[in-house]
């Protein structure tokens, strides 16, 4: 993973969607998804097609390779990558985008879980077992703190997994995303 932007200022913001959301590198992260603007709460922010590898081509492909950073397990046991935006939001322990799964259009819909000022990185939480020593801002600050988060009353504020469209939530709050 690249730690610094080999390029000059002006193309690192050459990606913004219409709903404000732009690209940028952050020292020990890569790249990351941030807010060109002021984001209410409860904005669709993105909705990423997938593309999907088999289990067997995955293991004999896909993990030897960089896109073991980006795949995780879609709910009927194939890989699965987000296009779009979807792969490069970064993880938090207090995220402040929360994503559906909706298997009818094999899509994630990403949501800001609370209003997100100008300039902050956009992050979901990719579940318990990391693959990497994250870097997290923002933990200690955030009012509901992580213990709070496993609670169905803190639903609404979640940001991470919200579940998959057309199932209830608390079947799948909290899940694992990464592979
Ligand atoms: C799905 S990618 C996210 C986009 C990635 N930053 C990039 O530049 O393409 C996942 C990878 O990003 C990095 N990453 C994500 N969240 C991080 C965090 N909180 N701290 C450090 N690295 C992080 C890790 O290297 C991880 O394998």
Redesign the pocket.
Known sequence: ??LTDPRPPRQQLEHLNSTGCCIKYIH?????VFASRRIPAQTVIEISPVLFFSKEEYEAHGRHTVLD??TFVWKDGRMALALGLG??????QVPNVSFSIDPSTESIRYTTARAVEADEEL?IF?GHKL??????VGMDEHPSGRDNLDTVESLENWGGLLGVIGEPLSESKGGDVAS
């Open positions: 993973m690249s020990g992260k890569g790249r990351g950073h980006y792969s490069l939001f970064n993880h938090s992050c990719y693959w990497f020593d994250p870097i997290d």
